[in-house]
């Protein structure tokens, strides 16, 4: 079900596939809980091809393939971008490939990691290509509601933010048709409204959504809060970037005055200032430890992909 | 005594911790003489935080996790400054409080790792920070006196060069207030002379020390020469820098006519122009041998804080 | 043979040496394809020196190193290079032979290894230095001719392009005085012909070589066709590497009509576009499995150096 599978869009995976992955990751939460974490990736090579910066990311998957001891190499950073000018593309992949047993892919450019995982012969995990696919932060997402509620069905879900050129936002938002939100706002300034492409899928899907413009009208009715922060090096124009930069903010105050108790807030991080950093230490903040639950739902994702099975 | 201990200034350390400390670093170095290391560390991540670059303490540490059998992720050079100039500093330390058991910081900020260790649930060692504090160096060159001359007290110190704004120079310094030297001589151009704030703890401490200007009035007094050099980057004003580069210089003439034969030079690294390399090959030269003793001491100091012992 | 060797020159091997290097690597082929490979280097630390960017050769040493369970620490890059701006050479040395068991070293300058090796305790292998020494490249290629044909003596060799400044070429060239080829092309445009010392050697070990410049007047007698691109950055003069750029391509419709149809292609890669892309899934290409072979010759190599066995 998932050996040797390739990472390319969370549309690849149905509900079962997410639910057993949710599965094993609660088997690897209760392992690191326990400092017994079985070396069940020995002796696997796993390549880090990150051709964008991104330490987060870059740092969460290290650790996970680390964890269950396996070897990472890879790149990053500047080296990444200049690796991304010199050679053709194909042919680090091709490198990659003879090196190692899997390949994470980071590239700015959409289709970069299905062109990988084409070329190679060994699975391909996107780690966020484009402004659409960030595969794996949707199963943290996901993960995360689950750990937090129990389940994921059912619940009232805001997404807030850039829904035009955020990668984690878009899917994050196609995850959630693998579900069944009671309803769905996508929350925005006009310009950053979500893609026709994505809304498209949510339709097809029959999930209850609405666009909205400002969070006040709707954090009365959320369980959910998913916020993303405006990433300047997205826009294709740095005057619409001017246009839209600051155009949101969650406060504390709006919080405590008008958002259900029980709301919890997501995001994939980094934060700029989108989210008052006083929420952070309120029983609403829910980031830090969904940053967290990437390093097990990561670990369950390689020994999945490596092995078949936890 | 140890267990979960921060590391921020070399003055939260008593002569008993330190002395255990030094214990605990001459068992690790007869694990690494025989090649039985034992895997005290399995299991554990310990983060490098280096948001100013550093190789050689970089690496240092990295060996020293590493050897025990942790696994270690993090960023620096390039990397460490645009993480420094991205997302907040205290969402930084909270992804790697959510990713790892310890973190290691390294800032150009005075107080950075300070304010880590608040932040941070899990453990903080500063690896410097600002103009004043690198505790681990302070600990690895009393541990490298300690292992010369069986003994710390007693001994006759100079510390050469720029006192003001090196922070090896500083935190040596105050390490020697755990310890009874017989005495100290700070030695440097006006310019460069050690801080108001350090002198003060020297003297609450009751050290006899002297400030002169010239090596060569004291040279014949001195068991231990501990030399730092200037560093253009932590000066305010390039003016100051010009004024001062080049105004001091330990050659091998001025060693073998004044020195006495069992003088130690120590230094932490790297070296510009202030050691003649001559000197490198001589009996003087104790500094390769003290950048050596960085891995069992810095071996220690981690089994010491994340598992209470070695 | 091996033990505590260092790796400067291919010339300093013997074709003796050689081809116990190539049983060892055998043997860890073997390992590698019942994934039952050793811990053979549990507890040894190999530094990795790039002062010069490669990002391929160190990945390739990276996972040698750790698939025997060796540690690795190093820098490259960027940070490779601001180490090479700062403190002196010998100094960096000196920490990293502090520091680990092996260094591996890759510098722009030629001699660099060498030096290294002088100043280190532990020993040294040459990754690249200047324009002529490859050492670890050239053996791997070796490797790779002995793997395909069975054996490396008694086939006609082409190796075509850069053979001015390319140090895979002119290592790839050196190696073969230690075997007797049928004979050996060297083609190249006038202004990229092997350097004289290059040919001495030649001439001195018996080799029949002829230089030619044209690949269509010699592609059918060839058993190995060895390719190197031209690399700007090996130019003193911007004006030469623009009068010599794209002067030679491989291509599959000249294969298909005038080689071998068991003619090998090798590179040491990357290729920018001195092989036509289409080559690259023909029976003609066997750089990729060179590439592969990289890894089982490397892991050979340091257990040879470090435990004088596989």
Same mark, same amino acid.
């Given at each position: ?16 596939? *997410? ?19 079985? !070396? ?8 880090? #091809? ?17 964890? /269950? $001891? ?43 990691? /299905?062109?990988?995982?084409?070329? #190679? ?5 996107? #780690? ?34 850039? *829904?035009?050129?955020?990668?984690? #936002? ?21 310009? *950053? ?31 959910? /809060? ?7 090096? !997205? ?10 930069? $600051? ?7 709006? *919080? ?55």
């Amino acid at each position: 079900m998932w050996k040797n599978r390739d990472v390319i869009s969370i549309l690849d995976f149905s509900r079962e596939d *997410l639910e057993y992955l949710f599965e094993a990751a609660d088997k690897i939460y209760e392992y690191l809980i326990s400092s017994s974490v079985p !070396r069940l990736l020995e002796g696997k090579v796993v390549s880090l #091809a990150f051709f964008e910066p991104s330490t987060r990311t870059r740092l969460s998957f290290e650790v996970a393939a680390k964890r /269950l $001891g396996a070897i990472t190499i890879g790149f990053s950073g500047e080296e990444g971008i200049s690796v991304a000018k010199g050679e053709s593309f194909a042919d680090t992949i091709r490198m990659l490939d003879a090196y190692s047993d899997l390949i994470i892919v980071r590239h700015r450019y959409e289709g970069a990691a /299905l062109y990988a995982a084409e070329i #190679a012969k060994v699975p391909v995990i996107n #780690a966020g290509d484009g402004k659409q696919h960030h595969p794996t932060q949707a199963m943290i997402d996901l993960y995360t509601v689950k750990r937090l509620y129990g389940h994921i069905d059912g619940l009232v879900y805001g997404v807030l933010g850039d *829904l035009r050129y955020s990668r984690a #936002a878009s899917s994050f938002i196609l995850a959630l048709t693998r579900f069944s939100p009671e309803k769905l706002y996508l929350i925005s300034p006009k310009l *950053l409204r979500a893609r026709e492409e994505v809304k498209m899928v949510l339709r097809q899907a029959g999930i209850v959504f609405e666009e909205v413009e400002s969070l006040e009208e709707v954090i009365h009715e959320l369980d959910v /809060l998913y916020v993303v922060r405006i990433q300047r090096e !997205r826009f294709p124009d740095p005057q619409e970037y001017e246009k839209v930069k $600051g155009s949101y903010r969650v406060t504390l105050s709006l *919080l405590e005055k008008r958002a259900k108790p029980t709301l919890k807030i997501l995001h994939p991080l980094p934060k700029v200032d989108e989210v008052e950093p006083r929420v952070d230490n309120s029983r609403f903040a829910a980031y830090f430890y969904q940053a967290k639950l990437g390093i097990p739902l990561r670990m369950a994702l390689l020994a999945l992909i490596l092995r078949g099975e936890v």
